[in-house]
């Protein structure tokens, strides 16, 4: 597991592969379950214009655009600047982790903007 292998010029570990690979699964989890839950919603549901479900869908690329771009200046000034093959490997790490978290951020922050706008305030009587 702690053996460095070498795929394109990149020195890594069994385990890292190994946690990206993880990583790559759960995602492409997330998205098959998330296919099959539309396709089984009513047949009703998807004759009805998709604009209500496009906005969501650009949100969620926007921020995770958003996000990468934060990330990278983070992840560099975090990882250092030096050009080892040891830097690189910290440098995606923390590329990885800062993406994350950025998104988790902004997602949250767009969630609350958006379900404090949809409140209703009450006529007062």
Known sequence: MREPVEIAGFHTR???L???LSTLIGVGGL???YWQWLRKLPHIVILEPRE????RYILIASTALTA????LPMAFAISGAKNTSAAKE???FRFALCATTCFAILLTIAALLIAR????PEAPE
């Open 31 to 33: 998205a098959y379950c």
């Open 52 to 55: 209500s479900d496009q906005w």
């Open 14 to 16: 069994v385990f890292h």
């Open 18 to 20: 190994l946690q990206h």
């Open 68 to 71: 990468l771009l934060l990330a």
């Open 117 to 120: 706008a949809r409140v209703k």
């Open 90 to 92: 910290v440098f995606l």
